[in-house]
C-alpha cells in the first residue's frame, strides 16, 4: 500500500467508526427515554417498601430537608410523623455501593433495617438482605440501638456475617449515620 492509499484507509475505518458510535449512541438515548420513568417508578416503590420495613407506621412520609450529615452517607430522610424517621443511606460495600433504609423510632432507637440495592458477594455479604434465618438475624441485632453502632471486632455489639467483615462494617456504619442525623433533630 502507498502512503496516500494508506491514508485515504485510515479514514475511511474511522468515518466508520464514528457512523457506528453515533448510531449506537443514538440507539442508547432512546432506550434511556422510553425506560427512565418506569425506572423511577422502580426506584420509588423499593423505597416506600424499604420505608414500611423498617418503621411501623401509618403515617405518610414527608421528606425533610435541610437536614445535616456529617458523614455524607444520608441521602433522603422521611419524616412519618410522630412515629419516627426513615432514613435512606448509601455506604461502600466490598462490592460497590450498598443502599439502604434505616428506621429510627420516636425514642431515637433503630426500629429496623431494609436493603434498597446491593452487590454484596453472594452467599456471603448479601445476606445481610435476605429474607433467611441468618439475614434476619444480622439486621435483627440493629432494632433498639442508639448512639454509635459498631461490629464486634471493633469493639461494638454488632456481630459480623460470617465472612463479610466489610458488609458488616457497612452497614453498622450507615445505621450510625442515621442515628447521628436524627438525633440532630432534637
Not at 167 to 174: N, Q
Amino acid at each position: 500500500m502507498t502512503r496516500q492509499s494508506s491514508a485515504a484507509y485510515v479514514v475511511k475505518l474511522t468515518v466508520i467508526l464514528f457512523l457506528i458510535t453515533a448510531v449506537v449512541a443514538v440507539l442508547l438515548g432512546g432506550v434511556n427515554a422510553i425506560t427512565k420513568d418506569r425506572i423511577a417508578a422502580l426506584n420509588e416503590e423499593k423505597t416506600a417498601e424499604a420505608i414500611r420495613a423498617v418503621l411501623d407506621s401509618e403515617a405518610t412520609p414527608e421528606a425533610v430537608t435541610g437536614y445535616t450529615d456529617g458523614t455524607g452517607l444520608v441521602t433522603a430522610v422521611y419524616r412519618m410523623g410522630s412515629d419516627g424517621y426513615a432514613v435512606q443511606i448509601v455506604v461502600g460495600g466490598s462490592q460497590g455501593d450498598i443502599t439502604m433504609m434505616v428506621g429510627i423510632d420516636a425514642d431515637g432507637a433503630v426500629s429496623g433495617v431494609s436493603f434498597i440495592k446491593m452487590s454484596e458477594t453472594s452467599g456471603l455479604g448479601a445476606v445481610a438482605a435476605q429474607n433467611s434465618s441468618k439475614g434476619e438475624a444480622f439486621r435483627a441485632q440493629f432494632v433498639g440501638k442508639t448512639g454509635s453502632v459498631a461490629v464486634t471486632k471493633d469493639g461494638g455489639e454488632i456481630d459480623s456475617l460470617t465472612g463479610a467483615t466489610v458488609t458488616s462494617r457497612a452497614v453498622a456504619t450507615g445505621v450510625s449515620a442515621a442515628l447521628a442525623c436524627v438525633a440532630g433533630f432534637s
